[in-house]
């Protein structure tokens, strides 16, 4: 049994995890963090991580940017892994994160979907045959009217993927309204659409003479980010320190 602390545990997604792992006989919370706490919880709820005083095997984190960095320092210090999946870190606090990593186990992904990274995988096998054989390569992703950020940062982690495998040879194109040129071939252009309640659309196109192959992903809830997270914290306990991805997971889940 894999005992973990829910490091915001009353928000949407702390809350889809606490019912996800409700239901899951090798996982339990035994305690979360939250700075507001409406007694709604099985689990005893602290205002702070540094408060916490419960034994546990992992921490996963969907919390607020300001809470990283006690939540970093309450990990190292009593030698909990932690899924670290709070977006929007400045760039001192991703330094702090690879600090800690030194220290002791921490996951952390730009998507948590399991179905995404297993795409990750697929789009490397994919770009290797089909860009050295002309493919132009387009991605189209999708979300509510509420995001602000774009591209996502999941579709920037689809084109990293493909550009690693290609020896970072291509250039992202984010706009051609305002270039009057035909495209050129070692680009990857990336579309953003905002409207309504899409969860998260993601379309990896590779566009050849006469065929096309298109990668599809489709994210009908939130829940799919919970369960790779609670698939995470699984496999994160007793992990020795070190910087680990949703990769590593899927890599364990391919060898079972």
Excluded at 50 to 79: H, K, P
Excluded at 130 to 137: S, V
Excluded at 185 to 200: D, F, L, M, P
Aim: glycine share 10%.
């Amino acid at each position: 049994m894999t005992k973990v602390i829910m490091h915001g545990c009353n928000g949407k997604m702390g809350q889809t995890i606490s019912g996800l792992i409700a239901a899951d006989e090798g996982i339990e919370i035994v305690a979360g963090v939250d700075a507001y706490d409406e007694g709604k919880n099985a689990y005893p709820v602290f205002q702070t991580i540094g408060e916490c005083s419960v034994e546990a095997d992992a921490v996963i984190d969907f919390s607020a940017a300001q809470a990283v960095d006690g939540l970093l320092a309450y990990c190292v210090e009593r030698q909990v892994p932690c899924v670290l999946c709070t977006t929007g870190l400045s760039q001192e606090q991703l330094d702090k994160v690879q600090e800690a990593s030194g220290k002791v186990a921490i996951l952390k992904s730009a998507n948590m979907s399991l179905g995404i990274n297993m795409l990750f995988r697929l789009l490397k096998e994919a770009a290797g045959i089909l860009a050295p054989a002309g493919f132009d390569i387009e991605i189209v992703e999708k979300h509510h009217n509420l995001k602000v950020d774009a591209p996502s940062g999941t579709a920037l982690a689809l084109a990293d993927s493909i550009n690693e495998e290609m020896g970072d040879a291509y250039d992202y194109i984010y706009d051609r309204s305002q270039v009057r040129e035909k495209r050129k071939e070692k680009e990857i252009g990336i579309s953003a659409v905002r409207g309504g309640t899409i969860v998260g659309d993601h379309d990896v196109i590779f566009a050849g003479a006469d065929e096309v192959v298109t990668f599809s992903h489709r994210a009908y809830s939130k829940a799919v980010f919970g369960k790779g997270a609670v698939q995470a914290a699984k496999f994160l306990a007793g992990k020795p320190a070190g910087m680990y991805d949703m990769g590593d997971v899927i890599a364990q889940e391919a060898e079972k």
